[in-house]
């Protein structure tokens, strides 16, 4: 569920506070029988942080929301965010990071380098306080952690995590949703000079189909751009 945001919110976020001060308000906005399960929300931000976006993900139970990177990544990609921020809520008021939020953040700062959307932040919150995994810290000791680095020949796992997000929209009657879904990723993927072939495996387009979208003629030089020079430094 994508949150409106006001024109106040749409703003340029310089810190933690800034992103908090955003979330408070929103979270605050919840039915009071909502606010206690666990919420999990995107915020996506422009090469300037301007915040382009929240996106409500998930809704869980009082102790866990469960997460797919499909459904983390989708949006950030469709309105070109550059980099997102992770968030959400523990209802008990406890705002000290399980081990459980450190294995997802660490998992998806993986995913977002490959991508090539990274994760700035991830907010823990209430409705009166924060924990920033960034001013903590604990964002810079993930982003050197090697436990979910995703090489080539680990792509299995992740294109089983997006694959299994695509079935669960599909049994939802919304395929043609995802395609044009599947196909948004694919020209933002193309337009950041990511090979086809690695495109096709993470979006389950066809190599086919990805070679024959086509970019708007400043995005499409830049890509070739960057595919030049990643050869040249290989």
Do not use: C
Not at 24 to 42: G, L, P, S, V, Y
Not at 112 to 132: K, M, Q, R
């Amino acid at each position: 569920m994508t949150i409106r945001l006001t024109k106040q919110q749409r703003t340029r976020i310089l810190n933690s506070t800034d992103l908090y001060t955003v979330m408070q308000a929103i979270f605050r906005r919840e039915q009071k029988i909502d606010r206690n399960r666990e919420h999990f929300w995107i915020m996506g931000l422009a090469n300037d942080h301007t915040l382009l976006f929240v996106e409500l993900i998930g809704l869980g139970s009082i102790r866990r929301v469960g997460v797919e990177p499909m459904d983390v990544y989708s949006l950030a990609l469709q309105k070109r965010a550059v980099r997102i921020v992770l968030v959400h809520n523990h209802p008990s008021g406890k705002l000290v990071p399980s081990e459980e939020d450190k294995d997802l953040t660490d998992y998806l700062i993986q995913v977002g380098v490959f991508v090539n959307v990274p994760v700035l932040d991830h907010l823990i919150i209430s409705e009166t306080a924060y924990f920033s995994f960034a001013d903590g810290g604990l964002l810079e000791q993930l982003q050197e952690s090697r436990k979910h680095v995703l090489p080539y020949q680990e792509r299995s796992r992740l294109l089983k995590d997006i694959r299994t997000s695509e079935a669960r929209g599909e049994a939802r009657g919304l395929e043609a949703g995802e395609a044009k879904k599947a196909n948004a990723i694919a020209l933002a993927m193309k337009a950041k000079g990511i090979e086809v072939g690695v495109i096709a495996e993470v979006t389950g387009l066809s190599v086919a189909k990805v070679k024959g979208l086509k970019l708007p003629k400043a995005k499409a030089a830049g890509s070739k751009a960057k595919a030049k020079g990643s050869k040249s430094k290989t």
